[in-house]
């Protein structure tokens, strides 16, 4: 007997990519525990398993695996709209040492933390993402702020690889004036903590964070090197999201030459960013075998360039899609941009065509957290992390041109149910792990209280309090 049969679906099986995985018009996937046990035409399956403990009816809806997003840092959301002084905000650098560092998070806190991952956590789960690598970065609220990731993901249901970010920066002081391995020390310490208690295999688990090459001395990156292979569980950093000359008046080198040279890369290393390259920096990466996470918005905000990703996919290089967590949670709206942003600055329409914009949050993500066995994809023996999708199209969608709809009309709210490990964790578009208001009222107080240390006080004008 199986435990849950999903019949009358229009499923994407994306096995083993988008481009050539089966479509079952209507179609139906057995679920047995945590995992698929089968996939086919409904009819059939339907007859075998007629004895199913629960049967969901699909009839009107994709179903399709969950996706994935590679980079995020899920308490950015307690700086969400903040009406910081954009005066100050002319260049990349100021953004990242005043809205990214000072005003969000050098002044985040472990409560600040748990409720902004409560809230990204549901937010993505209920727009169809159901695994996060997220790096969190508050050197204040050392030790323990993974504690509050960690509860929080647990609370919501969403799958997550974890770290806490490694750096000598030293909070207030320029990292030009003084970096101090102590912190990168303070940092290690967080993220061994972590990799030590968890289970593995569980829906959590560790990734350690760097922050880049410029904020950490060789010695650390090396460290990290060390570290990730006692632990076995890779490197998440950001690589290049700076303009190469930041880098090259440090060393003389360009952040990829530094990361091989400290032995970090391997393809273990989901790199975040990974704009401003050069032909050999590819090269790097290749060779490597390094995993990259676009994040074609973030680079955009910070008028930092496009990524050379039709060049990177060229190279054989394996791109999956991240966010940042800076604007909306729904990965719709990223998978749209970065469908888009490649074809306009290169002025070809050829560029990432809609099955590979999807592959980016699908397989290509799956394999980047070194889980391509496990997600990203609906096949006989995977985790059944599965979207149930009703198409809010002006137009009919079926299995020719459902791919495109992904890049066209897709919204996260089309999102009605979602799986993880088999477990309903959202029905009809409703967490059914948490209190929904109650996590945004929490999140709304933690960012007002975050706001407030910055000399804003929006409480009493606020209408969502
Ligand atoms: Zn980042």
Known sequence: MVDLLIKNALVLTCHPNVLTGEIHAPGAIAVKESRILEIGPSGPLEAKYADA???IDASGRIAMPGFIVTHTHMPYVLGHNQPVDVSQLRSFWDMLQKMGWEWLEDITTADGILAGTQYASLKMLKSGTT????????????????????????ETGIRAQLGYEVTERVPGVPIAERLDPAYAEEGFAENVRLLESLEPGGRVQGRLGVHTAYTNSPETLSRAREIAEKHQCGIQIHIAEIPRAFLCEK???SAPEVLE??????PDVVAAHCIDLTDSDLEI??????????????NSLGGNGVARVPDMMEQGINVSLGHDCFFTLDTAEYIRYAYL???AHRANPM?????????????NAAAALGLADEIGSLHAGKKADILLIRPDSPSPVGPSNVISYFTMTFRGCDVETVLVDGEVVVADGVSTHVDEQAVRKACVEQATQLWKRNGIDVR???INL
């Open 53 to 55: 403990a629960e049967v």
């Open 251 to 253: 060393y003389g080198k």
């Open 131 to 154: 695994t996060v690598c997220d790096l969190v970065e508050a050197p204040n609220a050392l030790p323990g702020p993974l504690d509050g990731s960690v509860r929080a993901i647990a």
């Open 460 to 462: 009493a004008q606020s």
């Open 261 to 266: 040279e400290a032995g970090l890369l391997g």
């Open 285 to 298: 990466l290749a060779r490597n075998h390094v995993s990259v996470a676009h994040t074609p918005m973030t």
């Open 341 to 343: 942003v490649h074809k």
């Open 351 to 363: 560029l990432i065509p809609p099955f590979q914009a999807l592959d980016l949050v699908l397989g």
